[in-house]
């Protein structure tokens, strides 16, 4: 089946210590995105792709870097990261269009330690 | 500035009741609204999606209702069963991007 992975499901990183989270999906889609969700929350978009076009939020921290080195695969990398990451990253893909909806993974629950 | 909110926050019901969920957004210049499953711990799953010219969408036992005008949505849940607890999420769809509300925690007890 079609889908879209997410690896880790869980990720226990050091304060500081950079950890990334990996995204992939077999639908082919164009875009792809990542969100941060924390507890009770709902989830925040932090970047997305159109294909190689990467889109930043303006209120995602410097911290938070992404790749995507096909239209497979995304990375989510965080620098250094605090005890205020820690949360559930979730990723998505769509097709170009606005009108269709947003596949999601199960997520990656991080945990700083 | 789009904004969704969802009411209540959570909600408890005994098996078999019909209920509904509410989400509310500020701007109605939307594609479409999502509405989302998401369990403990887990992933989202798309319920239903309703496109900004269309008024409402069926799945089963779910009916969702879309008012643009108003900028309100209805999750309509019917004869619920426990496996229906999860949390609730609407989305709309401005852009190419989601905004989400904070969601509805339903839980249903035999």
């Known amino acids: 089946d079609a889908m879209v992975i997410q690896n880790p499901r869980y990720q226990v990183t050091q304060f500081g210590k950079p950890v990334t989270l990996s995204c992939s999906q077999t639908?082919?889609?164009?875009?792809m995105y990542w969100y941060q969700q924390k507890s009770s929350q709902a989830p925040k978009l932090l970047f997305h792709y159109y294909d190689k076009d990467f889109n930043n939020e303006a209120d995602t921290p410097d911290n938070f870097q992404s790749r995507r080195p096909n239209t497979s695969f995304c990375f989510l990398d965080i620098r250094s990261p605090g005890l205020g990451d820690a949360a559930m990253y979730l990723c998505?893909?769509?097709?170009?269009?606005?009108?269709?909806?947003?596949?999601f993974g199960p997520g990656t629950r991080l945990l700083v330690l | 500035k789009q904004e969704v909110t969802q009411i209540p926050a959570a909600l408890s019901v005994p098996e078999g009741e019909n209920l509904v969920l509410n989400c509310s957004f500020t701007d109605s210049a939307i594609y479409n609204l999502q509405w989302f499953r998401q369990d403990p711990g887990k992933g989202l799953t798309s319920l239903l999606l309703i496109q900004s010219s269309q008024r409402e969408q069926t799945s089963g036992r779910l009916n969702a209702s879309l008012d643009k005008s108003s900028g309100r949505s209805t999750l309509y849940i019917a004869a619920s069963q426990p496996g229906d607890s999860a949390t609730y999420l609407c989305?709309?769809?401005?852009?190419?991007?989601?905004?989400f509300g904070t969601g509805t925690r339903l839980q249903v007890f035999p």
């Open positions: 998505a893909t769509s097709t170009r269009s606005e009108q269709e909806t947003q596949y």
């Open positions: 989305a709309v769809t401005p852009t190419d991007k989601l905004i």
């Open positions: 639908l082919n889609h164009n875009v």
